[in-house]
Nanobody, 125 residues
Framework: QVQLVESGGGLVQAGGSLRLSCVAS????????MAWFRQAPGKEREFVAA????????NYADSVKDRFTISRDNAKNTVYLRMNSLKPEDTAVYYC??????????????????WGQGTQVTVSS
């Protein structure tokens, strides 16, 4: 079992920045593809970004490309999501996810084995 705990959400004005963190409970974190998804009220969960175990390959949704950066620190079992130039449409609950077996930074939420409880990000206009 892998537990994922997100933090760093909050209320920010449009144009502002936040950094989300997700700490994993097991050392298998270092061999897992990690991702961030988000879900806004009344909408389906959507892919935001993913990163491979080595950190060398990353994948972003078009809506966040050039504004968000995913990174990881395997020594700390932590994955980060740096969010710049935030927009009101970025408002959502952000979830961290782990795929223990993937080789690439895929966006298919069905393939992710473990999920965190989510952290709320609210961007005011």
């Amino acid at each position: 079992q892998v537990q994922l705990v997100e933090s760093g959400g909050g209320l920010v004005q449009a144009g502002g920045s936040l950094r989300l963190s997700c700490v994993a409970s097991r050392r298998t974190f270092s061999t897992s593809t990690m991702a961030w998804f988000r879900q806004a009220p009344g909408k389906e969960r959507e892919f935001v970004a993913a990163i491979t175990r080595s950190g060398l390959s990353r994948n972003y949704a078009d809506s966040v490309k050039d504004r968000f950066t995913i990174s990881r620190d395997n020594a700390k079992n932590t994955v980060y999501l740096r969010m710049n130039s935030l927009k009101p449409e970025d408002t959502a609950v952000y979830y961290c996810a782990a795929d223990l077996y993937a080789s690439g930074p895929h966006s298919d939420y069905v393939g992710y084995d473990y999920w965190g409880q989510g952290t709320q990000v609210t961007v005011s206009s």
